[in-house]
């Protein structure tokens, strides 16, 4: 085990030394764009640092060299619109070098990068105004590439421009298909004429365009370094970043990613704007259709022109989609599957209760009553809770939730940790031991080797009645960690896709002008903060959430079944790996029959029309994923907008979430509650809805040999009352 203690002193003893007497050199040298003394400085803590706190031991070497260029060309022009091959070749020189570089304090790389990147950008610009104004056939029978893994850099200017070509052609049938669109829906008794429509098409991708190269124009040499030390940190794992110095608004995106007004947690991903999460409550909850691994290409705010943020800055994307409460924006959206829709949403504020715990009591036809309780997430105010104040948990509001729905006499329990991304990890466990006697839950081990258990030391079963536990794609973290513990003690049975996301680690955030001095932090003013991966979650059993996650025991079909999405998809994640089993005592209530549930549950998923409609449009959501070749032929473009567009109404048919109209949907009291604002109303109608609940509490009813209802209905709203 390394002494971390006597490196970082011998680190921080000599980084001062090294970097006194560079200060001193540089003091009176050449006033430039960017400052470089403090980016060598920089780039000498981010290899000393994080090979000596980061969970994986790597080592700043040729190996991590290569890695770290592969996410700088990835961000520098990952959908490959911009540099020639040629220009590849240049940058490729660079690959090995990284570590020396920064080790010498002599990054060559970014500032290489920048140049070549400018010079192509201001030849594409010219490109661009030249297309435009030429002809361009639109009924044409040709194709492009749209997977950037699939394309390769053009091998000179002609065969850009040719690409440039294709991107304005589809840009420009968007827009015409848009203006049909919106033609249509407004049901206008003059109709603009065809020509009208191609012109002002033309037009409008011509501003996008004119803003686009307006905004590449105004990237700094200093964005490419801090985007280089980025690519050098996500060369570790995908959770390990250089944040550099910003307005404390802009790191505050870089702690949250989130985007107030929609709530949507984002991140920038290889030049995209990518959804991670919906934050529950917000607007983009309500609405429905925006979810993680969206793509955001454009945002519009009402009645304005589409803005494109392919190639945006995160904070700078933010900017564009916040807002006042109230107001519209438009964001133009990229479904996994490769469709294009545009998703309104009017901003609003997260609506606190909505994030909370929420529970509701179900019924089949039969009378069975089951419980359901779903946790957004795995909250706790800390703040609140200080010098004995009663700040709120996710813990005490489930186990409050359990004890009301006790009161009615239900035979088992729903635990949806869906799309719950994590949170608190005393409530991971403390939740977790709400239904076990005693025991461990989790097991912890930092960089240095050493593992802690975490343990429920509480020995009241608050229910010890038959559990499912729901799950999908996005459950992560202290999700995973409560469904990992459930599973191992025999406890529950986990329904879901085939895993969760397998983010089983944790990260720290490191300020990088703690231990400086404070004649050079004067010197070279903030130097940023490195978040890096220290610790790593394992089961009870050894094996670890990271990477693999938490596999379902009973796997339904997702819409997202086909997506490669999670930790084992991501870029250099952190591998799984396993320790040593600790004791522990299985769960002494009824033996589950398990191979029996999942036969019988199979047996009902194939006739069930809600999960079969669902498979159903997986399939065709797949295959789309793999056509990445889009066909520029009018007709051709318009037809799959129109197939995605009755895709959507497949699904909505038998799962509220993906309705356009809710309030078409809706009986007449339901409707008079929703104009009320009774948003626990439309809930409800939702958990009603939903075909993963309703199979969830089938398989109840099997755990207790049971008869088994045909659907799911809402008994008694816990929190307000008989709703039957």
């Not at 909850?285 to 589409?306: R, Y």
């Not at 050894?542 to 693999?548: A, D, E, I, R």
């Not at 299985?586 to 809600?610: C, F, H, N, W």
Request: charged share 30%; glycine share 8%; proline share 3%.
């Amino acid at each position: 085990m390394k002494n971390r203690s006597s490196v970082f002193f011998c680190f921080f003893l000599s980084s001062f030394l090294f970097f006194s007497s560079l200060a001193a050199g540089l003091a009176n040298g050449p006033v430039t764009a960017v400052d470089i003394g403090r980016n060598r400085m920089i780039g000498y803590m981010i290899s000393k640092q994080l090979p000596g706190m980061h969970f994986s031991d790597k080592q700043v070497n040729d190996s991590l060299s290569r890695d770290a260029y592969d996410l700088y060309l990835k961000q520098l022009d990952f959908q490959k619109r911009f540099l020639l091959q040629q220009d590849v070749d240049v940058l490729t020189t660079y690959a090995q070098l990284i570590d020396d570089e920064l080790r010498r304090g002599n990054e060559a790389l970014p500032q290489k990068g920048f140049d070549l990147l400018n010079i192509r950008i201001q030849q594409v610009e010219k490109m661009v105004a030249e297309i435009l104004v030429a002809e361009i056939d639109v009924k044409q029978a040709e194709s492009y590439e749209t997977d950037p893994e699939k394309l390769t850099y053009a091998t000179d200017l002609h065969g850009l421009r040719d690409y440039w070509r294709k991107i304005l052609k589809e840009q420009i049938i968007s827009r015409y298909l848009d203006a049909l669109d919106d033609q249509q829906k407004a049901k206008e008794k003059e109709k603009k004429s065809d020509d009208l429509l191609w012109k002002e098409a033309r037009e409008r991708v011509a501003k996008q365009n004119k803003e686009l190269f307006h905004r590449l124009h105004q990237e700094t040499v200093q964005d490419h370094f801090d985007r280089y030390f980025d690519a050098v940190a996500r060369a570790f794992d995908p959770h390990t970043n250089y944040m550099p110095p910003d307005n404390k608004e802009d790191f505050d995106i870089h702690m949250r990613g989130s985007l107030e007004g929609i709530g949507a947690v984002l991140r920038e991903e290889d030049g995209y704007i990518k959804v991670m999460s919906i934050i529950p409550g917000s607007a983009s909850a309500k609405e429905g259709h925006l979810e993680a691994e969206d793509i955001i290409l454009e945002v519009a705010q009402k009645d304005g022109e589409p803005v494109e943020v392919t190639d945006m800055r995160l904070r700078d994307a933010v900017r564009l989609i916040r807002g006042p409460k109230g107001t519209e924006v438009h964001l133009t959206v990229k479904k996994p599957d490769g469709v294009k829709v545009v998703i309104s949403l009017i901003r609003d504020v997260v609506q606190i209760e909505e994030t909370f715990v929420k529970s509701a009591l179900l019924d089949g036809p039969d009378g069975k009553k089951v419980g359901y309780i779903m946790i957004p997430s795995f909250y706790r105010d800390f703040e609140g809770t200080k010098n004995g104040g009663g700040g709120r948990n996710c813990t005490d509001d489930t186990r409050a939730a359990i004890i009301d729905l006790k009161k009615t006499g239900f035979r088992g329990l729903i635990l949806d940790l869906r799309n719950n991304g994590g949170g608190s990890l005393v409530d991971a466990v403390d939740i977790a031991g709400l239904f076990i006697k005693l025991g461990p839950i989790v097991q912890v081990k930092n960089s240095s080797g050493v593992q802690r258990i975490l343990s429920d030391e509480d020995p009241k079963i608050v229910y010890d009645g038959p559990l499912v536990v729901l799950v999908n794609q996005f459950s992560a973290s202290a999700s995973e960690i409560v469904a990992a513990a459930l599973q191992d003690y025999e406890r529950a049975v986990i329904i879901g896709g085939r895993h969760t996301h397998g983010k089983g680690t944790v990260q720290t955030l490191v300020n990088m002008n703690e231990n400086i001095s404070a004649t050079l932090l004067r010197t070279y003013d903030d130097l940023g903060a490195l978040k890096v991966t220290i610790q790593k979650f394992y089961r009870v059993t050894g094996g670890s959430t990271q990477y693999k996650g938490v596999e379902s025991d009973i796997v339904l079909p997702s819409l997202f079944q086909y997506l490669k999405s999670g930790e084992q998809y991501s870029d250099y994640s952190l591998p799984w790996d396993q320790v040593e089993p600790i004791p522990f005592v299985r769960y002494g209530g009824k033996k589950m029959d398990l191979d029996r549930l999942i036969a019988t549950s199979q047996r009902r998923v194939e006739s069930e029309p809600g999960l079969q409609a669902i498979a159903d449009e997986a399939k065709k959501a797949e295959e789309r994923s793999k056509e990445s070749t889009v066909s520029l032929q009018l007709s051709d473009m318009k037809k799959k907008r129109e197939e995605a567009g009755q895709a959507r109404k497949n699904i909505g048919a038998h799962y509220r979430k993906y309705r356009a109209d809710q309030m078409e949907e809706m009986d007449e009291e339901a409707k008079k509650g929703a104009k009320k604002g009774d948003d626990r109303q439309k809930w409800l109608e939702e958990v009603k809805d939903d075909p993963y609940i309703g199979e969830a509490t089938r398989v109840l009813v099997d755990m207790e040999g049971g008869d088994i209802g045909e659907a799911t209905r809402v008994l008694v709203d816990t929190e307000g009352g008989d709703k039957r």
